[in-house]
Nanobody, 123 residues
Framework: VQLQAFGGGLVQAGGSLRLSCAASMDTFDSEDMGWFRQAPGKEREFVAAILWNDDRIYSEEDSLKGRFTISRNNARYTVYLQMNSLKTEDTAIYYC????????????????WGQGTLVTVSS
């Protein structure tokens, strides 16, 4: 199983980006998937998860609420993270991973982490 995240880059504050996570696994349509991010010097932080049945779980952090949307396209084995109204504090490496069990907001509940994609938001 391999996950490849891409779509990051440099964007001005207030702008948007859409991240993609391409998965190479036959069971993709039955897997729950998650997005996390990690800023320099900080712990990995839960952003959003999408379940096999398209249910979605979002971070309860006030700074994230209402700006990010997770979605999936099973035919393309891809999970997306649409990020709007970006802020400088959104600067981080964004990772996708496969849920293996436990608490959806915990990094330890995931496996097969991709290499991450860097998002830099300038002021």
């Amino acid at each position: 199983v391999q996950l490849q995240a891409f779509g990051g880059g440099l964007v001005q504050a207030g702008g948007s980006l859409r991240l993609s996570c391409a998965a190479s696994m036959d069971t993709f349509d039955s897997e729950d998937m998650g997005w996390f991010r990690q800023a320099p010097g900080k712990e990995r932080e839960f952003v959003a998860a999408i379940l096999w049945n398209d249910d979605r779980i979002y971070s309860e952090e006030d700074s994230l609420k209402g700006r990010f949307t997770i979605s999936r396209n099973n035919a393309r084995y891809t999970v997306y993270l649409q990020m709007n109204s970006l802020k400088t504090e959104d600067t981080a490496i964004y990772y996708c991973a496969v849920f293996k069990g436990g608490r959806y907001t915990s990094p330890s509940a995931y496996r097969n982490w991709g290499q991450g994609t860097l998002v830099t938001v300038s002021s």
